[in-house]
């Protein structure tokens, strides 16, 4: 009974307290944000732990991050005592199980234990090698194009031999296919895999040998996976061969948790379906579903239901909080002119929080795209307000950024032989170790700077013609960039600079995911020097931005992408940027249809669902969109929040030049831009009023586009959907 439960489960509502319990068979928990989900998984752990089902090293668990791994181990510790955790070895993401299986088995994929695992960087050259190899034209073929390919087939668990014939011959004429096996080949020679390998090595090697699979199915006798949502089809394959006995007679204690709302990763391979089919895959599942959200307001649990229940392809499902604390503030959208006063605004608002006793960890920034990061994080510095990136680099510490800081520090200090090393090869001209290591030589025989021994080298015959001739082009644009200094506006000459080093063209050219990204990175760095009056006054203010402590344990605020949020929560959240082209993003309209701008609008919800007690959302009228300023329409998602759970705040703008430009507290009043809203204010008013005209939130919520949701659900899943 209730009475005599162990303190863990105790806390727990009835249907958590089913999700927890019932230990034996598969079970699936499909529920929405903050209901409870993750801190289910914990408990269960906790439960099989103390109840002694099973032992610490039994037990396979997996979270999305290391860092939601460790928390879970922390929590655990605290539910159960710290020492009954201890050797939780199958406890971590699908990479870190998937590393620890491998180098068990190394010898079964034909490696040794001791193999290395490659980055991007390293799997991009080696395949260049392999593509020059053949004989084929690298440019014609990009080496990253191809790396990219193989990871899609390896995000799907296919090997060589697995690869649609058209696929295979969408590359390389239809080498497609010899190229992917020579390079897994070549993998084999080297002693290394990368990334995909730590799954699709697992799966062949379970598929291959039975008794080996047969060891880890005695050997796992419960089997947890968060976010179920995102995992893609190696990940399922992976899980599958694990938690499905040959005999169908022992139990298959596997339990998932997931949000088909929150699938956010699609573009990288997820299949929403995975989660969709669960009971399919493990007939006689139980499937739960948690309908009290413990995280949120009122106000901000029925924003988000409202804006996701405008996607299509997704299960209803019912929301409700009991919280109804008529202190609790609605959800708060802001103007603002553009990412400087919106960062200046977030800023003052963070201080205003301060003031009322909150701390900075209780309070994230979530941006949509990183370049977001650079006006926040100078704003910060500036007000010297604590914060830290999570889940990336800092803005000016990206590869892209230190690249073109590097080019503009030799401008402005031709003795800057660091930055002089750094980018002498980028774009890459040729210049091996060789040349450069007499560079050094030279500059030091002659105590000049490197800039200059590689000035008096390229007029020397010491060198063969073509490195010779390259670094006649590096002295020459140099020599060329350092006059411009003192003549041309500084933001101009950084954009020369990165475009006739063809440094932006390295990127333009560049077909990995992250050159889209990093090329909006460049442009709001070039954006950025507008505030300071000289190439010198810019590098000193970064200069000191660098040095800023990342501020580990401190309180700080904390500053990430939607993507990386997932899963956490914070009393206090902002969400800049809210614009069309940035959020829902460009690249997903342009997509056009409908799976893109959805997954788009899951993001939001993500983003809405991780505040607790305040939520802020802002918009400018201007942003430098590729390279030009342009006047931005307001996010068809803010037309997709409740007016009864919205304020549009005041922003009570006293500083800058110009005054609010949205006066008369609606999104379209008084702009000035040059386009046309199409967002009237009485749309807006319209969409509110539609939504829910009892005002208050009420304790379930439905919509039209829950209904027909519903009514869009397959039979088959319409048979098991039944709670409990
Ligand atoms: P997400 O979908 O965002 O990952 P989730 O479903 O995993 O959310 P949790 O993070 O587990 O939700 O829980 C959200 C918050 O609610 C946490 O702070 C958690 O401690 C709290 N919570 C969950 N269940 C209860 C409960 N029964 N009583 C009190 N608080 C609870
Ligand atoms: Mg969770």
Known sequence: GQNNAPDYLKGLNPEQRLAVETTEGPVLVLAGAGTGKTRVLTTRIAHILATGK?????????????KAAREMKQRIGILI??????????????????????RRHAELAGLRSDFTILDTDDVVRLIKQLIQAEGLDDKRWPAKQFAQMIDGWKNKGQGPADIAEGDARSFANGKGRELYKAYQDRLQTLNACDFGDLLCHPIRIFRANPDVLKDYHRRFKYILVDEYQDTNTAQYMWLRLLAQRADGRATVNICCVGDDDQSIYGWRGAEVDNILRFDKDFPGATIIRLERNYRSTAHILGAASHLIAHNEGRFGKTLFTDRNDPEDGKVNVHAAWDSEEEARAVGETIEAYQRQKHDLNDMAILVRASFQMRAF???FITLGLNYRVIGGPRFYERMEIRDALAFFRVVANSGDDLAFERIVNVPKRGLGEATIRQIHDTARAL????????????????????????????????????????????????ETILEESGYTDMWKNDRSAEAPGRLENLKELIRSMEEYESLRSFLEHVALVMDAEQNAGQDAVSIMTLHSAKGLEFETVFLPGWEEGLFPHQRALDEGG??????????????????????????????????????????RFLEELPESHVEIAESGNSHGGYGNPYGGGSFASGRGGGRQNPYGASRFDSVGANAEKSGAFSNTYSTPGWQR???????ATDRNWGTR
């Not at 006649?472 to 101009?492: C, G, S």
């Open 54 to 66: 099973a032992f610490p090293s039994q037990i396979l668990a997996v979270t999305f991050t290391n």
């Open 81 to 102: 005592g710290e020492g009954n955790v201890e050797g939780m070895p199958w406890l971590g993401t699908f990479h870190s199980i998937g590393v620890k299986l491998l």
């Open 377 to 379: 994080e100078d704003r």
């Open 447 to 494: 105590r000049i700077p490197m800039l200059e021994a590689a000035g008096n080298l390229a007029e020397s015959d010491e060198l063969k013609p073509k490195p010779r001739a390259a670094l006649r082009e590096v002295a020459a644009n140099f020599e060329r960039w350092q006059k411009a200094l003192e003549t041309k506006p500084h933001t101009e000459l950084a």
């Open 594 to 635: 409908r799976s893109g701008l959805e997954e788009e609008r899951r993001l939001a919800y993500v983003g809405l669902t991780r505040a607790k007690k305040n939520l802020h959302i802002w918009f400018v009228s201007n942003r430098l969109i590729h390279g030009l300023w342009q006047s931005t329409i307001p996010s």
């Open 709 to 715: 949701a519903q009514a869009n659900r397959t039979e």
